[in-house]
């Protein structure tokens, strides 16, 4: 499989918080970093995420912002 | 300063690919993990971005994509 | 700080609705004119946004979308 | 018409530039506030965009970013 | 009206589900495809949308990902 | 493989047009519906896309603007 974005990390699901639609997946990638992802719960449960699963994270770069300190 | 955002990752500046309104970023994060960032060379000029730069790297939770394998 | 973003204006914080993950911020930006921006709670409460503050609207270039009459 | 997003600010167009496949508008809003939308060449031809065109800015809620300073 | 957009779909609305803030369209494309969209609540009750509805479903290019099995 | 976007159709690549940093990938998908991706060369490249491949595409739901005539 080949996904067209530039931005592919492996992380860990650490937790999983459901709203009325939507839900935001909390996950751990490499060097203890914190990520987070918001979708559809309909999309959460036709994944069947939990806790520990390991996921591919993906971001196209155009959703890339740089800050400069 | 605070960002609204769930993703800040503090990233290094590697290369730097400009076209003609656009340009490409590619950094350096943590644990060797590359991403990149398109951004109009409006903006990569105005930042004044060049190689070796640390920079964070911004993504709001609602553009990152989860993919089970 | 410099923020690799076409779009950014000043706008003043006029109403906050919590939901189960996220929130939406009103905003009111120069010339009366009204934003709105959706974040995940945990993004809200990190900021501390309350009605009055003021922030910076950050939009990138392709999220923009033109509509001609 | 009604169009399902929180951001609609009418802007009038003030330069065009062309890039290889995408081109990037620059926009004056009310309070002489600077705006840029990308896009594919193929839509700013097929809109038949010039400068002084007054168009709708179109933004999703979710792709607003807020930065506190 | 014209819109920069690259994929411009007409869809009739299916099912319509609302949560705290947001709320989650389902759609029926030809071919009996479906699509989904998430917007604000508030953006959901000023269209006045319901089922059997006909709208234009739009996505700007940049945001549409690839995937080669 | 699982994906966490509520839109995924199925399309073949029907031409590739090469800027400087970006790519437009033109597809066709079910009832000669036309839709088009943009997307860095690099992963153009990288996913080595031709004419005739058949790709799936995928949009988050967030990323679907509705507009009702």
Same mark, same amino acid.
């Given at each position: &499989?080949?996904?067209?974005?530039?931005?592919?990390?492996?992380?860990?699901?650490?937790?999983? +918080? /459901?709203?009325? #639609? &939507?839900?935001?997946?909390?996950?751990?990638?490499?060097?203890?970093? +914190?990520?987070?992802?918001?979708?559809?719960? /309909?999309?959460?449960?036709?994944?069947?995420?939990?806790?520990?699963?390991? @996921? /591919?994270? @993906?971001?196209?770069? #155009?959703? #890339?912002?740089?800050?400069?300190?």
């Amino acid at each position: &499989m080949k996904v067209g974005a530039r931005n592919r990390i492996i992380g860990k699901v650490t937790k999983i +918080q /459901e709203g009325g #639609v &939507m839900g935001l997946v909390k996950l751990e990638i490499p060097a203890k970093s +914190q990520m987070g992802s918001v979708l559809t719960l /309909e999309s959460l449960h036709e994944m069947g995420l939990k806790e520990g699963d390991e @996921v /591919e994270v @993906v971001v196209k770069a #155009v959703n #890339v912002l740089l800050i400069k300190p």
